[in-house]
């Protein structure tokens, strides 16, 4: 049976299943807007608006407070991994501007210096950071919280896990940091940032107790010491997370929230922004079944929305790995952390070792198109084994938000192996005519305002050579 004729599975754990459910709140200005939603206090509470920094020290404001930066990390996730798929050709552009699509340029790749579109998710993620980070400011250093809590509690571990994954995603997606008003430092210091922050949760959670947050700490560090070259102390880190861990952030959704962007993009509420169509994975898909790229059709539902340039209308492939707006996306999992020790490996020349790992994590799946697990690759090479690795990257964190910032990694790093990089250059001159952006530059109303970074500082940086990428030339 053909994949298309068939409901296929997410391979994605249910919501009951998600570890760790996190919400919800923000910053507005001078004073922390508090959503008092359910969170892991498990209690409905009215939203009262805007609440004054002396309220803070209330303890019913604690857990809000924390959530708040959940909620933000959110919004940022729900964008960053729809605008990730778009520039690193996980998705296909339909044409459409406006609501729920991308400029033209940005639609080929490109993003421009002044984009709105982005600035918005700078503001979330840091405020996602800066929202975790305050709070620990309060309940640490201004004795919010008594002394005899602040290596035991809860909420420490929390806060210091989510200003960790905030820090992370702001590395994985900006060239620079840039924070609280600071000076422009290297990328890495987010990474370093994030680092320190999951050290202290892994601690705290420990003493808590809490063993989600103490597996989210310890896998969002592997993450983050993969980005810094610590190879070691990533795979160590990484062969304590056990293969079922998820921790993910929380969709809920709310049009005005947290709602999977992804999922609405394409759910024909009125929009159909984007399509498989073109991509390696719709392809791959089709071949093998794969239930982690689930993709189908709608007969009713010929073409997208809009007309891309060069091209016209674009036939409307539907990804199914979300499909609904309260579906969560991961930050992390057991499963990617098999492919951060096969990496590591990989780093050290081992390439057999790498392999069975890699094949751990891919024959795992059922496929949906034959109902038995998928065949494990077979490499011949340290560079047959890498181009492996790449591939099962980009199919386990598919439209994760990760695969953009995987391109820059390898690049910046020299690794051996191409990528599965689908050719739109012959559909349209579009995709040719705007060289693709590695990484997001630091906001105009950022360098405006904020008067430690230079005017001259570099500005949506290319890729090394227009249409070049790791292992392609």
């Given at each position: 049976?053909?994949?298309?004729?068939?409901?296929?599975?997410?391979?994605?754990?249910?919501?009951?299943?998600?570890?760790?459910?996190?919400?919800?709140?923000?910053?507005?200005?001078?004073?922390?807007a508090i959503f008092f939603l359910a969170g892991t206090s498990g209690c409905e509470v009215t939203n009262p608006g805007p609440v004054q920094d002396e309220f803070l020290a209330d303890q019913a404001s604690h857990a809000p407070l924390v959530n708040g930066s959940a909620r933000r990390l959110a919004q940022s996730i729900k964008n960053l991994a729809y605008d990730g798929a778009l520039i690193s050709?996980?998705?296909?552009?339909?044409?459409?501007?406006?609501?729920?699509?991308?400029?033209?340029?940005?639609?080929?790749?490109?993003?421009?210096?002044?984009?709105?579109?982005?600035?918005?998710?700078?503001?979330?993620?840091?405020?996602?950071?800066?929202?975790?980070?305050?709070?620990?400011?309060?309940?640490?250093?201004?004795?919010?919280?008594?002394?005899?809590?602040?290596?035991?509690?809860?909420?420490?571990?929390?806060?210091?896990?989510?200003?960790?994954?905030?820090?992370?995603?702001?590395?994985?997606?900006?060239?620079?940091?840039?924070?609280?008003?600071?000076?422009?430092?290297?990328?890495?210091?987010?990474?370093?940032?994030?680092?320190?922050?999951?050290?202290?949760?892994?601690?705290?959670?420990?003493?808590?107790?809490?063993?989600?947050?103490?597996?989210?700490?310890?896998?969002?560090?592997?993450?983050?010491?993969?980005?810094?070259?610590?190879?070691?102390?990533?795979?160590?880190?990484?062969?304590?997370?056990?293969?079922?861990?998820?921790?993910?952030?929380?969709?809920?959704?709310?049009?005005?929230?947290?709602?999977?962007?992804?999922?609405?993009?394409?759910?024909?509420?009125?929009?159909?922004?984007?399509?498989?169509?073109?991509?390696?994975?719709?392809?791959?898909?089709?071949?093998?079944?794969?239930?982690?790229?689930?993709?189908?059709?709608?007969?009713?539902?010929?073409?997208?929305?809009?007309?891309?340039?060069?091209?016209?209308?674009?036939?409307?492939?539907?990804?199914?790995?979300?499909?609904?707006?309260?579906?969560?996306?991961?930050?992390?999992?057991?499963?990617?952390?098999?492919?951060?020790?096969?990496?590591?490996?990989?780093?050290?020349?081992?390439?057999?070792?790498?392999?069975?790992?890699?094949?751990?994590?891919?024959?795992?799946?059922?496929?949906?198109?034959?109902?038995?697990?998928?065949?494990?690759?077979?490499?011949?090479?340290?560079?047959?084994?890498?181009?492996?690795?790449?591939?099962?990257?980009?199919?386990?964190?598919?439209?994760?938000?990760?695969?953009?910032?995987?391109?820059?990694?390898?690049?910046?790093?020299?690794?051996?192996?191409?990528?599965?990089?689908?050719?739109?250059?012959?559909?349209?001159?579009?995709?040719?005519?705007?060289?693709?952006?590695?990484?997001?530059?630091?906001?105009?109303?950022?360098?405006?305002?904020?008067?430690?970074?230079?005017?001259?500082?570099?500005?949506?940086?290319?890729?090394?050579?227009?249409?070049?990428?790791?292992?392609?030339?």
């Open positions: 049976m053909r994949p298309d004729s068939m409901t296929p599975e997410t391979n994605l754990p249910s919501r009951g299943q998600m570890h760790n459910r996190t919400r919800l709140g923000g910053l507005l200005g001078g004073a922390l050709r996980e998705i296909f552009p339909s044409g459409q501007i406006g609501a729920h699509g991308h400029n033209v340029v940005t639609q080929g790749g490109f993003v421009e210096d002044d984009s709105n579109e982005f600035n918005g998710r700078w503001n979330f993620t840091q405020q996602a950071r800066f929202i975790a980070e305050d709070a620990l400011r309060r309940f640490i250093d201004d004795g919010v919280l008594p002394a005899s809590e602040h290596n035991s509690s809860p909420l420490i571990a929390r806060a210091n896990v989510l200003a960790g994954y905030a820090s992370r995603v702001l590395g994985e997606h900006w060239c620079h940091a840039v924070m609280d008003g600071g000076p422009v430092e290297p990328g890495s210091a987010y990474f370093e940032r994030a680092e320190a922050r999951f050290t202290s949760g892994i601690e705290v959670a420990q003493n808590a107790g809490n063993n989600t947050l103490r597996l989210a700490a310890i896998a969002g560090r592997a993450q983050v010491r993969m980005w810094l070259g610590n190879w070691s102390g990533a795979a160590s880190d990484a062969a304590q997370v056990p293969d079922d861990f998820v921790f993910a952030s929380e969709m809920d959704g709310d049009p005005a929230g947290a709602r999977n962007r992804i999922w609405f993009a394409t759910a024909d509420l009125p929009y159909r922004t984007f399509s498989l169509y073109q991509t390696w994975h719709r392809e791959y898909y089709l071949e093998t079944g794969d239930p982690r790229v689930p993709s189908t059709v709608d007969p009713t539902k010929e073409f997208s929305t809009g007309s891309l340039s060069g091209f016209g209308q674009v036939p409307f492939i539907i990804q199914q790995k979300y499909p609904a707006g309260d579906v969560d996306i991961r930050l992390a999992s057991g499963w990617e952390m098999r492919l951060v020790e096969a990496e590591a490996l990989l780093n050290q020349g081992q390439w057999q070792q790498a392999m069975d790992l890699i094949n751990a994590v891919r024959t795992r799946n059922v496929s949906d198109s034959t109902d038995e697990a998928l065949q494990p690759w077979t490499a011949g090479s340290l560079e047959e084994a890498w181009r492996y690795l790449k591939r099962e990257r980009r199919i386990e964190l598919w439209m994760e938000g990760r695969a953009w910032g995987d391109m820059r990694r390898w690049e910046d790093t020299g690794t051996p192996g191409a990528i599965d990089w689908p050719d739109y250059e012959s559909v349209s001159p579009l995709f040719s005519s705007n060289p693709r952006s590695r990484c997001l530059s630091i906001p105009t109303a950022e360098r405006n305002a904020n008067t430690n970074v230079p005017s001259d500082i570099d500005t949506s940086p290319l890729w090394a050579a227009p249409g070049s990428l790791p292992g392609q030339g």
